[in-house]
Nanobody, 115 residues
């Protein structure tokens, strides 16, 4: 069983920054695609950003230019650098990974942006 542990969430004022981390319980070299999702109260879960094993990235339209996803396979960890945060970024952020044909989710870390 793969365990994913997110950290780095918190309360920040609009315009501020946070960096989320997702630590995996297995070697990063075994993980194919990785990504961050978020879910705000009353809304569906949405994709925020993704990164492949080779480092190819993609972003949701609402975060392009503000968020940066990265991964460090040696540390089995994925990151999400979030800058210029807006109140609408408030949500529970989840880590998601694909390993072979199986996928896994973390428990989530709360990000709250005050106006």
């Amino acid at each position: 069983q793969v365990r994913l542990v997110e950290s780095g969430g918190g309360l920040v004022q609009a315009g501020g920054s946070l960096r989320l981390s997702c630590a995996a319980s297995i070697s990063g070299s075994l993980i194919n695609a990785m990504g961050w999702y978020r879910q705000a109260p009353g809304k569906q879960r949405e994709s925020v950003a993704g990164i492949t094993r080779l480092g190819v990235t993609n972003y949701g339209d609402s975060v392009k230019g503000r968020f940066t996803i990265s991964r460090d396979n040696a540390k089995n960890t994925m990151y999400l650098q979030m800058n210029s945060l807006k109140p609408e970024d408030t949500a529970l952020y989840y880590c998601h990974v694909w390993i072979r044909s199986s996928d896994y989710w973390g428990q989530g870390t709360q990000v709250t942006v005050s106006s």
